[in-house]
């Protein structure tokens, strides 16, 4: 009985360390990065006209809407991201996590930028 359990607890302790770890998440969407993101330089819009309009927006009613033709998304994006949750479904894990990989934490860094930037001009305008 301790031989089964011990060797059980193994198996889960060897489990956990593979999750954890990077490679296993690039083996399964190779298509996709982890742990590599440097989203520092990523610019959010082409104009501050189309940033005063949401600043205005955001002022007067609470929110603003985006599409994604406006984010300076890298192209095909979404589409990866779509291709990465079908796959992780397919091997049992839930769609929320795609949010291992730096695409979707590039997504969410993008419209934090847009935030900021609407928000600031917004205020100014106001």
């Known amino acids: 009985f301790f031989l089964k359990l011990a060797t059980k607890m193994m198996m889960v302790d060897q489990a956990i360390e593979t999750l954890e770890g990077d490679h296993f998440w690039r083996s399964l969407c190779p298509f996709l990065h982890v742990f590599c993101g440097n989203f520092a330089s990523l610019e959010c819009f082409q104009s501050d006209v189309t940033i005063a309009s949401l600043g205005l927006d955001l002022n007067s009613t ?39 990989y730096d695409e979707a934490w590039m997504i969410g860094e993008l419209i934090g930028k847009v935030i900021k930037r609407s928000s600031e001009i917004g205020r100014s305008l106001t």
């Open 62 to 100: 609470g929110f603003f809407k985006v599409s994604t033709e406006d984010l300076r998304l890298p192209t095909g994006i979404e589409d990866l991201l779509v291709q990465g949750i079908i796959i992780l479904k397919e091997h049992g894990f839930h769609p929320n996590f795609i949010m291992l």
